[in-house]
DNA sequence: TTGACTCAACATCCTTTGCTACAA
DNA sequence: TTGTAGGTTTCCATGTTGAGTCA
């Protein structure tokens, strides 16, 4: 008795004479093709059960030649304790590990250990860029490219996890292992079905900050494997990351500002108590959203929220404020941030200092940066788009003028003034800045 | 190759005080 | 008794990104 095995548009097809392919794990018939098939994820556990019973396979799914690859970096300790973590989890899990700790050489040691065709999945152009170069330097060998206006394969290939996504039905059956890059992403509606096209029995997520506030990363953990190895920022300081230190300031609100604030915040607040909405529930915004479409008090109530909070995140006072810090760290380079375009632009007026947001271009960006890290330029204000996948050069301060309450924006930022610089003893701060007596305190208790 | 554009996807967006069912 | 989680759909706005198209 042979069972034949292949893959075919993000499905693992199982023909088979003797055998009832629905009792294999995950495996259903498709009345459309008269066929047996699985979702893609579920090949290595089909394999675990088909040799569990004895029986002879004729797998045509793993068709490029294993890789002879070696690692020139030695790993650290608590690198190499991750990577067994890792194994002994069957090649299966999630590393959760602070920015500047070096996820992406634990990654390349599993990529060289493993020795077998592998796709890295990253969330940016940016992030493609950066692991091609690196796979290539430290391999030597072709390195493939799906995004960024390129689609060519090899065995090993670096995707967007767009790209990953459109080509999963093509080349789902074609890898060995998938390193998802700010696994976190996966969690996301669509991109979940990235690791579900795929039949890579292999697995490995990396991320700073594993939990999603939706629960998402339960789905995640499903489909890759949940957190085999984690230590947090703490953890590192001082050996392998700076030492740093949040300094929480508070401001006041002017007159003026105050005002506003008490009276659009109050029309918010005064409709969700006539509403009855509770916020008991996680869902009960979206519930608010939902009605805002037909009943225009909804409506005015939420855009009165959002004027309150541009109020507090952008009170004045925190414009003096951010004015003395520089004075304090004059010559040190310092990243700041806000939750608005607005306000960045406004800030590079008033302190000439270069900014970056989503409307500034890729050249433009490159050349700021660039003068950035070779000190040029010290200070760059910038809203959200320096959180996470882009290559930020080191600064020993960073300012948050506003954010979310989003725990992941905080640690990314917090790693932007982590990585230990050349003398291997500096020491980072973070300063935070909350406007006292409004709902952003509660905004920042929450992020931490 | 580039730049400008559109489009779709993702993420965040939240108050104070209180009801109900259910598990430990 | 005490603590904890609870079910839905079709979307106010802003920020950011990647893919695709066209000149």
Redo the contacts with the bound molecule.
């Keep these: 008795m042979t069972v034949t095995l292949r893959f075919e548009d993000g499905a693992v097809v199982v023909d088979a004479d003797d055998l009832d392919p629905t009792t294999l794990p995950g495996v259903e018939r498709d009345d459309r093709t008269g066929s047996h098939r699985a979702p893609a994820h579920r090949y290595r556990e089909i394999r675990e059960a088909l040799d569990e019973r004895g029986i002879d396979l004729d797998d045509r799914l793993e068709r490029a030649a294993p890789l002879d690859l070696s690692l020139r970096y030695d790993l650290r300790d608590y690198q190499e304790e991750a990577l067994d973590a890792w194994h002994d989890n069957g090649e299966r899990g999630v590393v959760e590990l602070p920015t500047g700790s070096g996820k992406t050489v634990l990654a390349l040691a599993a990529i060289a250990e493993l020795g077998v065709p592998t796709l890295v999945v990253v969330?940016?152009?940016?992030?493609?860029e950066q692991w091609r170069r690196e796979l290539e330097s430290e391999f030597d060998v072709p390195v493939g490219q799906?995004?960024?206006?390129e689609?060519r394969a090899e065995a090993l290939t670096v995707?967007?996890?767009?790209?990953a996504y459109?080509r999963a039905d093509d080349v789902g059956g074609d890898f060995g292992l998938v390193v998802f890059d700010e696994v976190?992403?996966l969690?996301?509606?669509?991109?979940?079905d990235i690791a579900r096209l795929f039949a890579a029995p292999a697995r490995l997520g990396l991320t700073a900050t594993f939990e999603?506030?939706?629960g998402?990363h339960e789905v995640v953990a499903e489909l890759v494997g949940p957190v085999v190895f984690e230590l947090d920022a703490d953890a590192l300081a001082g050996e392998h990351l700076a030492e740093y230190e949040v300094r929480k300031i508070e401001v006041r609100l002017s007159e003026s500002e105050r005002e506003e604030y008490e009276r659009e915040?109050g029309t918010?607040?005064d409709y969700?108590?006539d509403a009855g909405?509770?916020?008991?529930?996680?869902?009960?915004?979206?519930?608010?959203?939902?009605r805002?479409?037909?009943d225009p008090r909804a409506?005015e109530a939420?855009?009165a929220?959002?004027r309150a909070?541009e109020v507090m995140m952008n009170a004045d006072a925190k414009l003096e404020e951010l004015a003395r810090i520089f004075e304090r760290h004059r010559g040190e380079r310092i990243i700041v941030f806000t939750?608005?375009?607005?306000l960045?632009y406004r800030l590079s007026e008033r302190f000439l200092v270069p900014a970056i947001?989503?409307?500034?271009?890729?050249?433009e960006r490159r050349e700021i940066l660039r003068r950035f890290r070779e000190g040029e330029y010290t200070r760059v204000v910038?809203?959200?788009?320096l959180?996470e996948?882009?290559d930020v050069p080191d600064a020993s301060v960073g300012v948050v003028i506003s954010?979310?309450?989003?725990e992941?924006?905080f640690t990314q930022r917090l790693g932007r003034v982590l990585r230990p610089g050349s003398d291997g003893e500096k020491r980072a701060v973070l300063y935070e800045l909350v406007t006292s007596e409004t709902?952003e305190e509660?905004?920042a208790a929450?992020r931490r």
Excluded: C, M, W
């Design positions: 969330p940016t152009v940016d992030l493609l799906f995004g960024g206006g689609q995707a967007t996890y767009d790209s459109l976190h992403h969690g996301g509606e669509g991109y979940r999603r506030p939706d998402a915040q918010f607040v969700v108590r909405i509770t916020f008991s529930s996680g869902s009960d915004y979206q519930e608010l959203v939902y805002s479409g037909s409506r939420l855009l929220k959002q909070r939750a608005h375009t607005d960045v947001t989503s409307e500034t271009g890729a050249a910038a809203a959200n788009v959180d996948g882009v954010g979310t309450g989003s992941r924006q709902a509660r905004v929450r």
